[in-house]
Structure formats: structure tokens, C-alpha cells
């Protein structure tokens, strides 16, 4: 960060509330204990065969619901600001699991942590991200679609 940037980022950090502080707090948690997740697992035990979607492949039971409740935007926001100004910077995968993992733990169950991949200039490029219902938390729609997701895959938590 520049020092230009700083003091910005000082001011904004200031005019946070006091929840949104709290949110920033148990995010750099869930960063730290997601990036313990995923670097500990053996290989093939992150992930396991999706579970059926819970909300069957009509989302409309649970389009109706978020979008007039703006919690899980705000999760969502406190995992990038951890994720981009905490004590490490994860990769897309750890970002994934914690912001589930902050989901669940405030009740907003049916988040779902998905995998894409996708051919780069002839690199292979891989990109996880988390789905709620139809809407995608944490992430840029325009980028997410910009890889084939794996439908049959989904992260497990516990080993």
C-alpha cells in the first residue's frame, strides 16, 4: 500500500461501525481458520461429490428472501476487506470456505463454495467462489462466469 493510499484506507477504516468491525474481526478468524482447512487436508479430502442443491434448481424460495436482507452482502464485504488489508492475503479457495463458514455460523445455510476452471492464453486457471441461492457473494458475477463451473464437486469442511 502506498502511503499515499494509507491514510485513506485509515479514515475509511474509522467510519466503520462498531458491527462492521466485529464482521472484520471474525473474518480474519475464518480466513485463518479456513487457510488451516484447505493447507491441511490431504489431497482429495477437500473435496467430496456435491450434495443436492437445497434449494432444488428453482432458486425463487430463496431469491425472494436475501435480497431484502442485506447480511449476507455484508459477510461477504467483511471477508474482502480481511482478505485484502488482514494479516495475509488468501487465495480465492480460502476466501471461499470462510466466507461459507461465516454464513452458516450466523444462519444463512445454503451457501455453496463453487469450483471453475477454465483455459487462459493456453494456461489452465481455476477460480472458487460462493453461490447463495442465484446470487454470487464476495465476487464479480462478470468473473465468475467467465469459468465453467464443476457441478459435481463441493468443498467439505471436516475431514
Known amino acids: 500500500m502506498t502511503s499515499r ?11 466503520l461501525s462498531a458491527r462492521e468491525w466485529l464482521d472484520l474481526a471474525e473474518a480474519q478468524f475464518e480466513l485463518l481458520v479456513a487457510q488451516y482447512i484447505v493447507a491441511t487436508r490431504r489431497t482429495g479430502q477437500l473435496v467430496s461429490r456435491a450434495a443436492l442443491d437445497p434449494f432444488g434448481d428453482d432458486h425463487t424460495a430463496l431469491d425472494s428472501v436475501p435480497h431484502a436482507d442485506p447480511r449476507p452482502e455484508q459477510l461477504a464485504l467483511a471477508i474482502g476487506r480481511a482478505a485484502e488489508h488482514g494479516v495475509f492475503r488468501p487465495l480465492c479457495l480460502v476466501r471461499a ?26 494456461r489452465f486457471a481455476a477460480h472458487a ?3 447463495y441461492g ?10 465468475v462466469k467467465s ?12 475431514a
Open 97 to 122: 470456505v470462510a466466507l461459507k463458514r461465516m454464513l452458516d455460523r450466523h444462519g444463512y445455510d445454503g451457501g455453496i463454495v463453487k469450483i471453475g476452471v477454465r483455459m487462459n492464453r493456453g
Open 147 to 158: 469459468f465453467s463451473e464443476l457441478d459435481e464437486i463441493s468443498v467439505m469442511e471436516h
Open 134 to 143: 442465484s446470487r454470487i457473494l464476495g465476487d464479480q458475477e462478470w468473473h
Open 5 to 15: 493510499a494509507r491514510p485513506a484506507f485509515l479514515r475509511r477504516l474509522a467510519r
Open 129 to 131: 467462489w460462493v453461490a
